[in-house]
């Protein structure tokens, strides 16, 4: 390995102990610093903390808090799925190493989907990478959260959906083109993926047991009706909600795609919209405005494509299509069990409470 850089961790990141404290307390107090650490929802009382914890280290003081050693600089260290985030912030930009534990088809099939969707205005450059020694880099977005202007708790949540998250699903869609699927062969393919995922040896069986009769009971079993039935996949975030955007001046970007994928042409728009109830920054959402939303995305897909389209005759199926597809992401993200089951937990929860909005009553999982 090259020369290490050592990470002390606080509040869920890593601060670089080789980086000037001096530098890192002006960035707190300027207005360019705060807002590059807003950008990763860094408070700023953990910054004076990283302050302190890093002074100490250097002083010999008897180390407490949890360290890392990568082999690449940033001044913060944000640890992800299969690997670590390191924002070196005087270069603007972010490389991305991944663990060893991680597949390298994972790694390879990773930098491939950023190389694409990093020609798009609206994503962060692609500045370099190098697949053996598995890290990419990309240009650092020091825009504002997302969550502030496109989350459910903003009174005109729905016209700023419009105005600029809808465009955002139309172009994602155009990445690559749509295809058409039998319905059965693609939950097949995805209840398979999923009993792959979730009995792996470091997950909870518990877990896994949860997961699969809600998946297999109530949404299989559902969908077993309409299983010759033509549905439609397009390219997709994989987790495209509004703490993956970041807002600055002139121009919403989308980051994070690492889950990016081929899923059924509704993922997106609905990953967006149960993000909101799932974080809890709505309690409900009028079902005419979800309507409103599902008719523009069936007006892009109608103008990207001559099939002829099906999206308001399955409805239902393509919602729980979703649901097997978002558990699909959750399971193959490699959480931490303890943290997995309570995301998933909430997930099932907030799903089954949309749907006895329509009358139905899932099982409980």
């Not at 700023?160 to 058409?180: D, E, F, M, N, Q």
């Not at 001046?249 to 967006?272: H, M, N, P, Q």
Request: proline share 4%.
């Amino acid at each position: 390995m090259e020369k290490g850089y050592r990470y002390i961790g606080v509040g869920g990141n890593y601060f670089c102990v080789q980086q000037s404290v001096i530098l890192l307390a002006r960035m707190l107090f300027s207005s360019s610093g705060r807002a590059r650490f807003a950008a990763l929802a860094v408070a700023p009382t953990n910054i004076l903390t990283a302050i302190i914890k890093i002074s100490l280290d250097r002083l010999g003081a008897p180390r407490r808090a949890k360290t890392l050693t990568l082999p690449y600089f940033g001044n913060v260290c944000r640890p992800v799925h299969g690997a670590h985030k390191l924002f070196d912030f005087r270069r603007g930009f972010v490389i991305k190493c991944f663990s060893s534990q991680l597949a390298q088809g994972a790694v390879e099939r990773e930098i491939a989907t950023v190389a694409v969707v990093g020609r798009l205005d609206f994503t962060p450059d692609l500045n370099r990478y190098h697949v053996v020694h598995r890290w990419y880099e990309e240009t650092f977005i020091g825009g504002n959260p997302g969550v502030k202007f496109y989350g459910a708790h903003n009174s005109d949540f729905w016209p700023r959906y419009h105005s600029a998250v809808a465009p955002l699903l139309g172009y994602i869609l155009r990445i690559k083109p749509l295809t058409r699927v039998r319905l059965g062969s693609y939950v097949d393919s995805v209840m398979g993926r999923l009993e792959t995922a979730l009995n792996k040896p470091d997950r909870a069986p518990e877990l896994a047991a949860m997961v699969l009769e809600f998946a297999a009971d109530y949404l299989e079993d559902d969908l077993h009706a309409s299983r010759e039935t033509i549905i439609t996949l397009g390219f997709s975030h994989g987790d495209f909600n509004a703490g993956n955007f970041l807002k600055t001046r002139d121009k919403t970007f989308v980051i994070d795609w690492e889950c990016a994928g081929r899923r059924s042409v509704r993922f997106d728009l609905y990953s967006f919209l149960f993000g909101e109830l799932h974080k809890g920054r709505a309690a409900v959402l009028a079902q005419h405005e979800i309507d409103r939303a599902l008719e523009a995305l069936e007006l892009m897909l109608k103008c990207a494509t001559s099939a002829p389209s099906e999206m308001g005759a399955l409805a239902s199926a393509y919602r729980k299509i979703f649901y097997l597809e978002r558990l699909l992401v959750l399971a193959e993200r490699r959480l931490p069990d303890p943290r997995a089951l309570r995301v998933i937990v909430r997930t099932i929860e907030t799903f089954t409470h949309h749907e006895r909005g329509f009358g139905h009553s899932p099982r409980a999982a």
